[in-house]
C-alpha cells in the first residue's frame, strides 16, 4: 500500500516538472514595462500596448545619417515627412518607408535659400509643406515639389513689442490655412496667422499658477527685494496639433500644472475634456523618477484619441476624448524601442513613428493586440456604438483584467440595453461612481415597481393581525376581568 | 436591568443636562455602558468602511485594518479621559476619573444610533441622496461634540467658559502626552540599542 502511494507521489512528481516545462516562460519582447494607473493611483503592470518594430535611420534609407532632427510629420495622404534640422533638410518617405525625395532648400527670388536650425514642420492636406524655420525667424511654405508659396516673417503688429524675436519653432494648419504657431519666448499663446501670413492674434493662454506662499512674501519684501525676485509669467507652449474638427491640441512643459495638455477651441478656450479618475498630464506618481511628465509633443490620432510625449521619461501616454489613460509605452535607454531624447510622435496608418534626436532615428512601434482592441473599442465608443464595442472590451480583459476603462465601457452598454443589474457589477469593478448611480436608480426603481404589492401585501397583513391580537387580548383581558 | 442599559442612555442622549446629573450624583452610570458604547463605535467605524454603499464608500478595501481601526477609537478614547482629569484636577473639576469615563462613554452613544442605520441606508441610496448620509453623519458628530460638552460641564460642575478652556487644554494636554510618549518610546529605543551594542561588543572581545 504505502509502495503504491510512494510510486503515485513519484509519478506526480515527474508530471509536474513535465508540465513546468511544458509551459514556456514568456518574456515580453518590449524593453520597457508597460504599466497604467489604476483607480488608487498605483501604477500596475499591464500588457504591452505598442511594440518597436523597427528603427529607421539615414543609413537605413541609403542618405547621410540624420543631425539632430526635431520634428516628423504624417501628411494626409500618408507621406511622412522628416525634419532634418542639423542638416536642413527634409526628407520624405511612403508609408512603406521607403525614400522618395530629399528638400534641402528652395529658390527663393532667384538665389537657393536653405534652413536654418529649423524646428518643425506641417504638411497638410494639399501637401504643402509648412516649416518653421527657426534660425531665419519665418515660416516656409513650400509645395509638394519643394517649390516656395510663401513666407511668414515677423508679424508686424501693434500688441507686439519693437525687440520682439520671431522664433518659430513648432506649427500646426488647420483646413482652412489658418497657421498655429507655438514660438520662443512668446507666453501670450500660440500666434495664429490667416492664410496669407497675416497675424491675426493669440489663442489660448497658460495660466499663472497661483502661489499663495509666494504672495505673501512678496507683500513682506522691500521693493528692493521684489525687483530682484523671478517675474511670474505663463509657460510657453512646447507643442501643438489639430484635429479634424479644428480645435488645437497643445501641450506645455510647467512643470507644476495639473493641465499641461489643452484643446483650444476657435476663441481659445480649453475645453479637453477631463472625465478620467486622474488629472490628464503623463504619470501622476513618481517613486524613483525625477519628478512629473514633461510634454514635448501631441499628436491627435483621430476618434478623439491623443498621444503626448514625455520627456521626463520618455514614454508615450495615450488617452481617449474623455481624458481616460489609454496605455503607456516607451521608456529610457538604448535599445530599440526605448528612447534618448524623443522629440516628435506621429501616426501613420496603424503604427507610431516617434523620433529620437539622440539616436538619430526614428523608431517604429506597432500595436499588439491588446493596442489594437483597445484602439478599436475606443473608436466604436467614441462613434456611440458601445454594443459592438462591448465584445472587443470583453476581449481585452481578457487580455489585462486590471483593465477599468473595459470595466466601464462594457457597463454603459448593458446600462444602455436597460440590464441595470448587471451593468452595476461592471461599474463597481470600473470603480465608476456616477454610472453606478444611474444605474442603481433604474435598478431600484424597477425593483419598487415589480415588488411594490408584496411589500404593500406584507404591510397591511401586519397591521391586520396586530390589530386582530390586540382586540384578542383585550377580550380575553374583559373575560378575565 | 432594562432600565440602567437601555432606558437610561437613551434619555440621556436626549436630555443630557438632567441626566448627567442624574449620571453624576445618583450614580446611575455604569462602566459596562460606557465601554459597550466604545466597543461599538468601533464596530460601527469597521462596519462603516467595510459595508457602507458603493457610492460614499471611497476606502481602498486593502487598507482596512481592524487594529488601526480599534487604536484610532481607543488610544484617543483613554487618551482624552487621562488628559481631562489631569486638567480638571488642577482646576478645580469635581468630577472623578469614573465620571470622565462614564461621560465619553455614553456622549458617543449617539454615533452608535446614527451610524447603524446610515450603513444599511446608505445602499440604497444613489448619487443625489448621499447627502443625506454625508448630513447624518456630521449630525452625529455634532451630538457628540455637544454631549461631552454637557457631560464635562456637569460632571466637573463648570461654567460653560470654563468647559470651552478645559476642553481646548485637553486637546493641548494629549498632544503633550504623546508627544512625551513618543520621546519615552525613542529613548527606551536608543538605551536598548545602547546596552545591545556593549552587550556584542564583549562577546565579540573574547
Not at chain 1, 208 to 232: C, H, N, P
Not at chain 1, 314 to 321: L, S
Not at chain 1, 402 to 416: H, P, Q, R, W
Amino acid at each position: 500500500m504505502a509502495c503504491t502511494v510512494k510510486r503515485w507521489l513519484v509519478l506526480l512528481a515527474a508530471v509536474s516538472l513535465l508540465l513546468v516545462n511544458a509551459v514556456p516562460a514568456v518574456a515580453s519582447p518590449a524593453p520597457y514595462e508597460s504599466y497604467n494607473y489604476n483607480y488608487w493611483k498605483e501604477a500596475v503592470p499591464s500588457p504591452d500596448a505598442y511594440l518597436p518594430e523597427r528603427t529607421i535611420s539615414g543609413r537605413d534609407l541609403g542618405i547621410s545619417a540624420f543631425k539632430d532632427p526635431s520634428d516628423v510629420n504624417v501628411s494626409p495622404s500618408g507621406l511622412i515627412y522628416i525634419l532634418d534640422s542639423g542638416n536642413s533638410r527634409i526628407i520624405v518617405l511612403d508609408s512603406r518607408f521607403k525614400l522618395l525625395r530629399v528638400i534641402d532648400g528652395f529658390m527663393m527670388e532667384g538665389s537657393k535659400e536653405t534652413f536654418n536650425l529649423p524646428g518643425g514642420l506641417f504638411v497638410n492636406e494639399e501637401e504643402h509643406i509648412y516649416v518653421a524655420d527657426t534660425g531665419n525667424s519665418r515660416v516656409v511654405v513650400l509645395d509638394g515639389e519643394g517649390t516656395l508659396m510663401h513666407t511668414i516673417t515677423k508679424p508686424e503688429s501693434d500688441i507686439l513689442s519693437t525687440q520682439f524675436q520671431f522664433q518659430p519653432l513648432k506649427l500646426t494648419v488647420d483646413h482652412v490655412g489658418r497657421v498655429y504657431v507655438v514660438a520662443q519666448g512668446v507666453y501670450e499663446g500660440i500666434m495664429q496667422f490667416d492664410e496669407s501670413g497675416e497675424f491675426i492674434g493669440y489663442v489660448g493662454t497658460n495660466k499663472v499658477e497661483r502661489d499663495y506662499g509666494e504672495y505673501i512674501w512678496r507683500m513682506l519684501s522691500t521693493k528692493a527685494q521684489r525687483a530682484q525676485m523671478v517675474l511670474f509669467v505663463p509657460t510657453e507652449f512646447s507643442n501643438a496639433d489639430i484635429d479634424p474638427k479644428g480645435f488645437v491640441y497643445a501641450t506645455n512643459i510647467d512643470p507644476g500644472s495639473n493641465e499641461p495638455i489643452k484643446r483650444l477651441n476657435p476663441s481659445g478656450e480649453d475645453v479637453l475634456k477631463r472625465f478620467g479618475y486622474y488629472d490628464v498630464k503623463g504619470d501622476i506618481r513618481f517613486r524613483n523618477n525625477p519628478g512629473p511628465s514633461k510634454l514635448i509633443d501631441v499628436k491627435v490620432l483621430g476618434n478623439g484619441m491623443y498621444s503626448v510625449l514625455d520627456a521626463t521619461q520618455n514614454r508615450v501616454f495615450t488617452y481617449d476624448d474623455e481624458g481616460h489613460l489609454l496605455y503607456i509605452y516607451g521608456g529610457k535607454g538604448n535599445q530599440v524601442g526605448t528612447l534618448k531624447t524623443p522629440v516628435a510622435i506621429e501616426q501613420s496608418g496603424e503604427h507610431h513613428l516617434v523620433l529620437d534626436r539622440g539616436k538619430n532615428n526614428l523608431v517604429v512601434y506597432e500595436p499588439t493586440r491588446f493596442g489594437t482592441r483597445v484602439n478599436e473599442a475606443v473608436a466604436l465608443h467614441y462613434r456611440g456604438e458601445d454594443t459592438e464595442a462591448v465584445n472587443i472590451w470583453r476581449e481585452v480583459l481578457k487580455l489585462n483584467a486590471n483593465y477599468d476603462i473595459a470595466y466601464i465601457g462594457i457597463g454603459k452598454s448593458l446600462l444602455m440595453e436597460k440590464k441595470n443589474e448587471e451593468a452595476l457589477g461592471y461599474f463597481e469593478l470600473g470603480m465608476d461612481r456616477k454610472s453606478y448611480s444611474v444605474a442603481f436608480k433604474r435598478h431600484r426603481r424597477e425593483m419598487m415597481k415589480e415588488h411594490f404589492g408584496t411589500f404593500l401585501t406584507v404591510v397591511i397583513t401586519l397591521i391586520v393581525i396586530l390589530i386582530l391580537t390586540r382586540v384578542a387580548a383585550e377580550m380575553e383581558t374583559e373575560e378575565a376581568g | 436591568m432594562k432600565q440602567d442599559f437601555i432606558k437610561f442612555p437613551l434619555h440621556l442622549i436626549f436630555h443630557p443636562i438632567d441626566a448627567f446629573w442624574d449620571l453624576k450624583s445618583d450614580n446611575r452610570g455604569r462602566l459596562l455602558v460606557a465601554f459597550a458604547a466604545l466597543v461599538l463605535t468601533i464596530v460601527m467605524m469597521i462596519l462603516q468602511k467595510q459595508y457602507a454603499g458603493f457610492l460614499v464608500n471611497y476606502i481602498d478595501p486593502r487598507t482596512i485594518n481592524s487594529i488601526i481601526e480599534i487604536a484610532t477609537v481607543a488610544v484617543p478614547f483613554f487618551l482624552w479621559c487621562t488628559a481631562n482629569w489631569a486638567v480638571t484636577t488642577l482646576m478645580e473639576g469635581e468630577g472623578k476619573f469614573r465620571e470622565i469615563v462614564l461621560a465619553t462613554g455614553y456622549s458617543l452613544i449617539p454615533v452608535i444610533l446614527i451610524y447603524a442605520p446610515m450603513i444599511v441606508i446608505s445602499r440604497f441610496m444613489v448619487q443625489e441622496e448621499t447627502a443625506f448620509y454625508y448630513l447624518f453623519n456630521s449630525i452625529a458628530f455634532f451630538w457628540f461634540v455637544l454631549l461631552l460638552f454637557i457631560g464635562m460641564m456637569t460632571v466637573h460642575q463648570y461654567t460653560v467658559i470654563k468647559t470651552i478652556i478645559t476642553m481646548v487644554l485637553t486637546l493641548i494636554v494629549m498632544g503633550i502626552i504623546v508627544f512625551l510618549g513618543a520621546l519615552v518610546f525613542s529613548m527606551l529605543q536608543q538605551l536598548y540599542e545602547f546596552g545591545y551594542n556593549i552587550y556584542r561588543e564583549l562577546i565579540f572581545r573574547t
